[in-house]
């Protein structure tokens, strides 16, 4: 999308982090800022009307919690990517937000290079962490870890799936039928005991045996 402007709206309780977020990305010619809000409220009813192509959401606001909203605007449009971020750290909070429908989860001290780099990467339609994130999600949980073992093209299709590639995309790119990427895809959810397309992905990170 280098040659279309990104319009970006931030929802935050703090006006001082949306007028600080402002100043970093007003230097982005690919970037626009075209709303700001402090409640979830706020947001939903701007998107009723006007499009986002992504949402920097906080999880603390004044009237709901950051995590619901992000289901709400999903629902509401699923283009639009939403992005946490948020001072919260706690891998369980990751973990939900992503779950609702998040593209990503950031930190509050994430630097503007990498701010930017998870958008372009949201919009390419990867889930995106910032450094710190990443180290948090990678860690174990306190559960024990069965690793489940994959075949290659088990492997090779985990991978596509991470970067968000259907079925039909992954069958052109490793010339195989839609049916046989569905079967594979219905496998890897089976062996890592996975509610979903998004949990798999999120166990597989969490085992590292992909990178985001």
Request: aromatic share 4%; glycine share 4%; with cysteine.
């Amino acid at each position: 999308m280098e040659n279309d402007i990104i319009n970006i709206v931030i929802v935050d309780d703090h006006p001082i982090v949306i007028e600080g977020l402002k100043m970093m990305l007003q230097n982005q010619p690919f970037l626009r800022v075209s709303g700001s809000f402090t409640s979830g409220s706020a947001i939903m009813e701007y998107l009723r009307s006007h499009e986002a192509n992504i949402v920097l959401l906080d999880i603390t606001l004044p009237d709901t919690s950051g995590i619901e909203i992000c289901k709400e605007i999903k629902k509401m449009s699923a283009d639009t990517s939403v992005i946490m971020f948020s001072n919260r750290s706690e891998r369980s909070i990751i973990m939900q937000c992503i779950q609702n429908g998040a593209s990503g989860y950031l930190l509050k001290n994430t630097s503007i290079d990498e701010l930017t780099e998870c958008i372009k990467g949201a919009l390419s339609g990867n889930i995106v962490f910032c450094n710190e994130t990443k180290q948090m999600i990678s860690k174990p949980s306190q559960n024990h870890l069965t690793i489940p073992r994959l075949t290659k093209r088990e492997k090779q299709i985990l991978q596509l799936v991470a970067q968000g590639k259907t079925s039909m995309m992954i069958a052109d790119e490793l010339f195989l039928s839609p049916l046989t990427v569905d079967t594979h895809r219905k496998n890897l959810i089976q062996k890592f005991q996975a509610k979903n397309s998004t949990e798999l992905i999120h166990l597989a990170v969490q085992y590292h045996m992909i990178e985001v």
